[in-house]
């Protein structure tokens, strides 16, 4: 998938070295490509369908919020680590735009939630060209549900919820340069790679009966180039 993403974050010093931090993104689904194979054997063996459609609308957004305590904060070198919480959700679809399932509007809901804990540096390079870079750890639960619509066999609008425990790993870099003292560009670079371990998967049949396997495991990762302004009060 891809499509613009928009962002915003505060670092707050509410009092001596204390820190607030608060961020959000999200990112409007504009293109994207679904590989949907079933197989009849174990380990991904004797495939008996497969189809590729498309996604071409939905949402994925994020939150978080902490707090953290500055360690070193000079003209040339600052860091400081952070603990707190944080939200993923992904809205996703699946449609087909070869006219073959005209009908087809799958969805399928991710919720990744958990604490997070969060290293934030800076190091000032040549007079008013500073890097920063930041790293995050995140311990998550991950839960979401599909809807299959062209299945008549599955309930609607809830066909499965799966559940799992996981964790991700977001990283950043960045490169400012202040127009004045309280105003600066940027440009930066983030990667960012989460997963689960094995999980429940429970399927909604429409003939009242759920029935429950073993969820292997669920994988997010992607990257996101951005610039803007900064302002520091």
Same mark, same amino acid.
């Given at each position: ?12 010093? /509410? ?9 959000? +993104? ?41 707090? &953290? ?13 952070? /603990?707190?919480?944080?939200?993923? /959700? ?8 070869? &006219? ?42 991950? +839960? ?24 991700? /790993? ?7 340069? +202040? ?55």
């Amino acid at each position: 998938m891809s499509g613009q993403a928009y962002n915003a974050a505060l670092q707050w010093n /509410i009092w001596n070295k204390v820190m607030l931090y608060g961020s959000y +993104n999200r990112v409007a689904v504009r293109s994207g490509s679904i590989s949907d194979i079933d197989y009849n054997g174990d380990n991904r063996t004797d495939a008996v369908y497969d189809e590729n459609f498309s996604d071409n609308k939905g949402n994925t957004s994020a939150w978080s919020a902490g707090a &953290g305590y500055r360690l070193f904060n000079n003209s040339f070198f600052s860091l400081t680590p952070y /603990i707190g919480y944080t939200g993923n /959700i992904q809205n996703l679809y699946i449609v087909d735009e070869t &006219g073959q399932f005209p009908t087809l509007n799958s969805t399928y809901q991710a919720n990744w939630k958990g604490g997070f804990l969060k290293v934030i540096s800076s190091v000032k390079i040549w007079r008013s060209l500073k890097a920063s870079v930041d790293i995050t750890y995140n311990q998550t639960n991950y +839960n979401s549900q599909g809807d299959w619509n062209l299945i008549d066999e599955f309930k609607h609008p809830v066909s499965y919820r799966q559940v799992a425990d996981g964790y991700g /790993i977001n990283t950043g870099a960045q490169l400012s340069y +202040n127009i004045i003292r309280q105003l600066s560009v940027f440009a930066g670079f983030n990667y960012f790679n989460w997963e689960t371990g094995n999980g429940t998967d429970t399927l909604y049949l429409a003939s009242g009966e759920n029935d429950k396997t073993q969820f292997n495991a669920a994988f997010r990762n992607g990257y996101q180039v951005s610039g803007g302004l900064k302002l520091t009060l």
